[in-house]
């Protein structure tokens, strides 16, 4: 478990599974994100199994430091290129724990373990331009937006663009500093 502040994250375990399902199938999750399929409980299972055969993609589940069976949410570090010292980030938070400070801290846990322990060069994301408020959190902690693909997102009626930002290991080591 690594564990930052109030908050860690460590593997997903089997309990965890029910509550991951839900977070992902809950509305304000799945509209943002890539796809929109639903899981069910085989399903979720059957994902469960099979996230030890990727080397190149991790998940974890977001908990309280002192209380480690209570999930705040999922953390994706995916696309681990370890050539070029690069991956891709991104998280939900449980609703019931949004508004709260937890995503904030979540992506500062996260950067904090690739830039000083994983030896990540740079790290990115990718937002919906529909989600100004998860734009708005990204740039607060950090992050600049890089590039885009365009007319990517198909929600709410209309295409979108998916919105790439990334945080290079200088860019992170000068924040900390500042803070």
Sequence with gaps: MYIFNDIAFRP???????VLRLLHNDQ????????????????????????????????????KADNPKEVIGRLRIQSIDPQNRNCEIGLDIMPAYRGQGYAHKSYLMVLEFLFLHFNMNMVYLKVADFNPKAKDLYLKVGFKETGKYPQ???????YWDY????????????????K
């Design 12 to 18: 997903i375990e089997k309990d965890d599974l029910e």
């Design 28 to 63: 304000s999750t799945f509209l943002n994100l890539a796809s929109i399929d639903l899981v069910d409980e085989h399903g979720q299972k059957a994902w469960w199994e099979s996230l030890h055969k990727k080397s190149n993609d991790k998940r974890f589940s977001i908990v």
């Design 152 to 158: 990517y997102f198909y929600r709410h009626g209309k």
């Design 163 to 178: 919105i790439i930002m990334s945080m290079i290991k200088d860019d992170y080591f000068t924040l900390m500093q500042t």
